[in-house]
C-alpha cells in the first residue's frame, strides 16, 4: 500500500500532514490542484479512488485519506 | 460592434429564457446577460478606456463583466481568486488598469474596486471616445520573472470563434450544454465561453477554488453535452468507474487542451464512451486559445505513435515547422506581448507570425508537437516557465542560486515541481515556500524546496541538472 503521508508531504510540502487529524480543507493544504494531484499520483500508485463514491469527510484529514487508500487497495485485491 | 456581441443579441432576442450561464444554484438566462452588460458596458464607456481587470472565480458577475467590457470596447483582464495580492499588483501596473470589477471582495490601493452593480456611480459621466481594438489580455507565466500579458484583439478572437464553430461534433449541436472547467483566466476557458455563448448554448461551470466537490463535477458532467477540460482533469473524470456513456448519455463531445493528452486517458475515455467525440486541440495564448485540433480515432490509439494535435487542413492559422519549431501565421495570431519585446513576433508576407518555441513535425497533415525548445513546462494545463520561480526565489534575501526541475510520469505529463535554492543553512524551505506564495499563483509554488550549501555544477559550469532531476527521486 502506498504511503500516504509521504505522497501528501510531497504535494502539500508541509509537516502537519504527518499528524492524523490534521485538517487539509481548513488549513488550505489540500486545495484543488492539490486535490488532482493526489488522485493522480494515487492512480500512479495502481489505487483508484471513485471520487463520488467516497465520503468526502474522509479526504479532510490523513488518517481519514489512508483508510480510504486502504479500504481501496483491499477492495481491489 | 463585434459579430459575436451581435450572436449573443440574436439569442437573446429569440430565446431570452435560454439559461446562458450556470454555476451552482445561480442561472443566469440570455435576456439577463445582454440586458445587465448592455446597461454596464454603457457605464464602462463613461469611466474611462484603460483595461478593465476582471476579479472572481466562477460566479454570474465574472462572465456579465466580461460580456460587458465587449459592449464597452474596453479590454479586460481576467484575474481568478487564486492570483496573490503582488501579482494582481503588478497586473494591474502593466495594464494601467484604472477599475477592477471584483465579483469578490479585493483591496487594491490606487484603483477604482466595484461589483457591476456599482458602476451606476459613473452614470452621470459623459462616453469617451475609444479606438481600442484589444478583447482580453491573459497573463501567462514569463521567463524573467514577470507575468507578461498577451493582448488579443478583436479580430483574433473572432477568427478563433469561426473556427471553433466549424470542429467536427460542435458545429451541429443546438442549444447544448457545455462545461466549463478551466479558471477564466486560463485561456482554455476562451474555448468553452466564447462556443457556448456565440452558439446559443449553455455554459455550465465547475468551481475549481478550494477543494473540489466531486459531486458538483459530476452532477456537471451528466448534463452536458460537451466537456472543455485540461487532460489532466479529464485524467481525474476518469478515477470515477461510473463515468461512462451509460450513465452519462448526453456527453457527446469532449474538447481537450492545454497540455499533451497521454494516451492511456485517450484510450480509456473512448472505450467508456465508443461513440464519443474526443478532440485534442493546441494552440498558445498569444495565438487565441487554439489554432487546430483533431478528433482521436481508435486508430490512433492502436500503437504506440504520438498522437497528433491538429489538422492542418482546418486550422485556424497557417502552421509551418522551421528549424523544427512551431510557427504559426494568420489572423489568430496576437500582435505581440504588452510591454516586452522579443523576436517571438514577426511579420511574414504581411501576416503576423508566432514562434511557439514547441518542438514538433508535421506527417500526413497532422501536427505533431514533441517537446519544448526551453524552460517552459505544462503543468496540470497552465504554462509555466521555470525561469519565472527561479526569478521569485532570486529575490529572497539569502538566495545565492536557484534552479527548478519538474518531475515527470513515464507518458510526459509533469507531477510536481521542485526548487532546489542554494543558499544559507538559516533560510529554511518553508520560509521560501511561504515567501513564494505571496508572489506567485498556487499552481506555480514548487511543492518540495531544497536548501543547498550549493548547486551542482557540470563540467561546463552550467547548473547540473540532471543530477538535480537524480535528487528529486531520493
Known amino acids: ?76 485485491a | 460592434m463585434m459579430k459575436l456581441l451581435l450572436k449573443l443579441e440574436q439569442t437573446a432576442l429569440q430565446t431570452p429564457d435560454r439559461p446562458a450561464y450556470i454555476v451552482g444554484t ?3 438566462t440570455y435576456g439577463e446577460l445582454v440586458s445587465l452588460a448592455k446597461r454596464d458596458g454603457a457605464l464602462l464607456r463613461r469611466e474611462g478606456t484603460s483595461p478593465v481587470i476582471v476579479y472572481g472565480h466562477k460566479e454570474p458577475a465574472v462572465v456579465r463583466a466580461i460580456v460587458a467590457c465587449l459592449y464597452a470596447g474596453r479590454a479586460y483582464v ?46 452621470d459621466r459623459e462616453p469617451q471616445p475609444n479606438g481600442n481594438r484589444i478583447a482580453y489580455m491573459i497573463f501567462t507565466s514569463g521567463s ?35 462545461c466549463n472547467q478551466a479558471r477564466f483566466h486560463f485561456d482554455l476557458s476562451v474555448a468553452d465561453l466564447y462556443y457556448a455563448l456565440c452558439g446559443g448554448h449553455t455554459l455550465a461551470a465547475v468551481r475549481t477554488e478550494n477543494s473540489l466537490d466531486f459531486a458538483e463535477i459530476f452532477r456537471v458532467l451528466k448534463k452536458s453535452d460537451v466537456a472543455v477540460m485540461t487532460p489532466t482533469f479529464l485524467r481525474l473524470c476518469l478515477t470515477e468507474r461510473d463515468f461512462n456513456t451509460e450513465n452519462y448519455p448526453k456527453l457527446s463531445c469532449v474538447y481537450v487542451c492545454g497540455e499533451p493528452l497521454p494516451k492511456p486517458a485517450a484510450k480509456t475515455l473512448l472505450e467508456r464512451f465508443p461513440r464519443l467525440c474526443l478532440l485534442n486541440a493546441y494552440g498558445p495564448t498569444e495565438a487565441t486559445s487554439a489554432v487546430c485540433a483533431v478528433r482521436i480515432t481508435k486508430e490512433m490509439l492502436r500503437d504506440d505513435a504520438p498522437l497528433p494535435v491538429g489538422e492542418l487542413s482546418a486550422a ?4 509551418f515547422i522551421e528549424n523544427g519549431e512551431v510557427i504559426l501565421k494568420g489572423k489568430s495570431v496576437c500582435g505581440g506581448y504588452l510591454h516586452a519585446d522579443g523576436d517571438a513576433f514577426f511579420v511574414r508576407d504581411g501576416e503576423q507570425c508566432y514562434r511557439t518555441g514547441d518542438l514538433g513535425y508535421t506527417q500526413n497533415g497532422m501536427l505533431y508537437v514533441s517537446g519544448r525548445r526551453d524552460g517552459q513546462i505544462k503543468y496540470m494545463g497552465y504554462r509555466i516557465e521555470l525561469g519565472e520561480i527561479e526569478n521569485a526565489a532570486l529575490r529572497l534575501p539569502g538566495v545565492r542560486a536557484c534552479a527548478v526541475v519538474p518531475q515527470t510520469a513515464p507518458d510526459g505529463t509533469v507531477r510536481a515541481i521542485t526548487a532546489f535554492a542554494e543558499a544559507d543553512a538559516f533560510l529554511s524551505p518553508d520560509a521560501v515556500q511561504t515567501a513564494l506564495r505571496r508572489t506567485l499563483p498556487s499552481y506555480m509554488v514548487p511543492k518540495t524546496v531544497r536548501i543547498l550549501p550549493s548547486l551542482p555544477v557540470t563540467a561546463n559550469g552550467k547548473t547540473d541538472r540532471k543530477e538535480l532531476q537524480k535528487q528529486c527521486r531520493t
Do not use: H
Request: proline share 7%; with cysteine; hydrophobic share 45%.
Open chain 1, 1 to 76: 500500500m502506498p504511503d500516504v503521508k509521504t505522497i501528501l508531504f510531497e504535494i502539500c510540502a508541509d509537516e502537519r500532514v504527518y499528524s492524523d487529524d490534521a485538517d487539509l480543507f481548513e488549513t488550505g493544504l489540500l486545495d484543488s490542484f492539490a486535490f488532482i494531484e493526489l488522485f493522480g499520483r494515487l492512480e500512479d500508485e495502481g489505487v483508484l479512488l471513485q471520487p463520488t463514491r467516497i465520503n468526502r469527510e474522509l479526504l479532510r484529514t490523513p488518517a481519514g485519506i489512508t483508510r480510504l487508500v486502504r479500504d481501496a487497495v483491499m477492495f481491489s
Open chain 2, 26 to 28: 445561480q442561472t443566469v
Open chain 2, 78 to 123: 481576467p484575474v481568478d481568486v487564486c492570483v496573490p495580492a503582488e501579482r494582481l499588483q503588478n497586473i494591474i501596473r502593466q495594464t494601467g488598469a484604472s477599475l477592477v470589477l471584483a465579483a469578490r471582495p479585493v483591496c487594491v490601493p490606487g484603483v477604482t474596486v466595484l461589483s457591476p452593480d456599482g458602476l451606476e456611480c459613473f452614470s
Open chain 2, 144 to 178: 524573467t520573472g514577470v507575468p507578461k500579458g498577451v493582448p488579443v484583439s478583436c479580430e483574433n478572437l473572432e477568427n478563433f470563434v469561426r473556427w471553433e464553430q466549424t470542429l467536427p461534433c460542435l458545429n451541429g449541436l443546438q442549444a447544448a450544454t457545455v
Open chain 2, 316 to 319: 485556424a492559422t497557417e502552421i
